[in-house]
C-alpha cells in the first residue's frame, strides 16, 4: 500500500491519493465543500469559484488545488461562507430563476445551494436576460436564461455522448450557451432525451418536456436531503482511499 498521506482541512486530517484534488480528497473522505461546476465524472472547471478555500493566507478553488501532504486548508469559515454567499448572488441575480414556476425546483443544484448556505434573496440588481428560449426539440427545451456556464453539458456532449452539441459563446457578461447547428436550433441537433448532457446540467436549462414537476414535493432530490449531504452520497470513494481510511 502506499505510504499514507494527508492534509489538515478545518484542523482535521483529510487522506488523499497523490493526484486528487482537495476538493475530490475532502468528498471521498466523507468532507463536505460547497461546490457547483464540479462533477465527479469530469475534470474540474474552476469556473464557479463556489469551492473557494483559503491555504497559506490565499484563496484557491479546490477543485482545482492538488492535496499536498501537510497543506492546511481553511474551508467551513464564516470568511469563506460569506464569499460563497456572494458568488451563489451574483448567480441569481445574472439569471432569471424563478423558482416557484421552475420545473427544476427541488431537483436544482443552485437553489440547494442557496438554501445551505442560508442565503435570503439575491442582494444585488437583477439583469433580467432576454433570451429566446428554445422549444424546437420534440423532447427537450432549452431556457437560456437559467444557465450558470458551468460547462457541464458542453463537456458531456463532447466527451460522453460523442456529439457536440453545446458551447460557450461570447465574453464576460455577454458569454452564453449555444447550440451547435448551423441554424441554432436544437431540433437541427442529434441531441437525445437520454444524453448524458441532458441529465447532468445541475439547474433548469436542459429540460425534457411532458415530465415537469412529475415528482411530488417533499419526495424532490434536495427536498430529502440538503446539496452537502447529497453530493457526499455522489463523491466517489475510490478503494485506496477506504484502504487508508481503513488504516486509521
Ligand atoms: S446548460 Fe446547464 S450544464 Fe450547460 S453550461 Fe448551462 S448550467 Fe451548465
Ligand atoms: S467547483 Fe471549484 S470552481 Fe466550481
Same mark, same amino acid.
Given at each position: 500500500?502506499?505510504?499514507?498521506?494527508?492534509?489538515?482541512?478545518?484542523?482535521?486530517?483529510?487522506?488523499?491519493?497523490?493526484?486528487?484534488?482537495?476538493?475530490?480528497?475532502?468528498?471521498?473522505?466523507?468532507?463536505?465543500?460547497?461546490?457547483?461546476?464540479?462533477?465527479?465524472?469530469?475534470?474540474? !472547471? %474552476?469556473?464557479?469559484?463556489? &469551492?473557494?478555500?483559503?491555504?497559506?493566507?490565499?484563496? !484557491?478553488?479546490? &477543485?482545482?488545488?492538488?492535496?499536498?501532504?501537510?497543506?492546511?486548508?481553511?474551508?467551513?469559515?464564516?470568511?469563506?461562507?460569506?464569499?460563497?454567499?456572494?458568488?451563489?448572488?451574483?448567480?441569481?441575480?445574472? %439569471?432569471?430563476?424563478?423558482?416557484?414556476?421552475?420545473?427544476?425546483? %427541488?431537483?436544482?443544484?443552485?437553489?440547494?445551494?442557496?438554501?445551505?448556505?442560508?442565503?435570503? !434573496?439575491?442582494?444585488?440588481? !437583477?439583469?433580467?436576460?432576454?433570451?429566446?428560449?428554445?422549444?424546437?426539440?420534440?423532447?427537450?427545451?432549452?431556457?437560456?436564461?437559467?444557465?450558470?456556464? &458551468?460547462?457541464?453539458?458542453?463537456?458531456?456532449?463532447?466527451?460522453?455522448? %460523442?456529439?457536440?452539441?453545446?458551447?460557450?459563446?461570447?465574453?464576460?457578461?455577454?458569454?452564453?450557451?449555444?447550440?451547435?447547428?448551423?441554424?441554432?436550433?436544437?431540433?437541427?441537433?442529434?441531441?437525445?432525451?437520454?444524453?448524458?448532457?441532458?441529465?447532468? &446540467?445541475?439547474?433548469?436549462?436542459?429540460?425534457?418536456?411532458?415530465?415537469?414537476?412529475?415528482?411530488?414535493?417533499?419526495?424532490?432530490?434536495?427536498?430529502?436531503?440538503?446539496?452537502?449531504?447529497?453530493?457526499?452520497?455522489?463523491?466517489?470513494?475510490?478503494?485506496?482511499?477506504?484502504?487508508?481510511?481503513?488504516?486509521?
Amino acid at each position: 500500500m502506499s505510504e499514507r498521506q494527508e492534509f489538515l482541512l478545518d484542523g482535521e486530517e483529510v487522506p488523499f491519493i497523490p493526484g486528487q484534488t482537495v476538493l475530490q480528497a475532502a468528498l471521498s473522505a466523507g468532507r463536505y465543500i460547497p461546490h457547483l461546476c464540479y462533477h465527479p465524472e469530469f475534470k474540474p !472547471h %474552476g469556473s464557479c469559484k463556489v &469551492c473557494t478555500v483559503k491555504s497559506g493566507g490565499r484563496t !484557491h478553488a479546490s &477543485c482545482t488545488l492538488p492535496a499536498r501532504a501537510g497543506l492546511e486548508v481553511d474551508s467551513a469559515t464564516e470568511e469563506m461562507n460569506q464569499l460563497r454567499r456572494t458568488l451563489v448572488q451574483m448567480l441569481f441575480a445574472e %439569471g432569471n430563476h424563478f423558482c416557484p414556476s421552475c420545473e427544476k425546483s %427541488g431537483n436544482c443544484a443552485l437553489q440547494a445551494l442557496g438554501y445551505d448556505l442560508g442565503l435570503t !434573496h439575491a442582494g444585488f440588481r !437583477h439583469f433580467f436576460p432576454d433570451r429566446p428560449v428554445d422549444a424546437s426539440h420534440p423532447s427537450l427545451l432549452l431556457d437560456f436564461n437559467r444557465c450558470i456556464l &458551468c460547462e457541464l453539458c458542453v463537456r458531456a456532449s463532447a466527451e460522453v455522448d %460523442g456529439k457536440n452539441i453545446f458551447s460557450l459563446s461570447g465574453r464576460g457578461i455577454g458569454k452564453h450557451l449555444i447550440v451547435n447547428a448551423a441554424s441554432g436550433r436544437l431540433a437541427d441537433t442529434g441531441i437525445a432525451a437520454t444524453d448524458k448532457s441532458v441529465a447532468v &446540467c445541475p439547474v433548469g436549462v436542459i429540460l425534457k418536456k411532458r415530465v415537469g414537476f412529475a415528482v411530488p414535493i417533499g419526495k424532490r432530490r434536495y427536498d430529502e436531503r440538503p446539496i452537502s449531504a447529497q453530493a457526499l452520497e455522489d463523491a466517489p470513494r475510490p478503494p485506496a482511499a477506504t484502504a487508508i481510511q481503513e488504516t486509521q
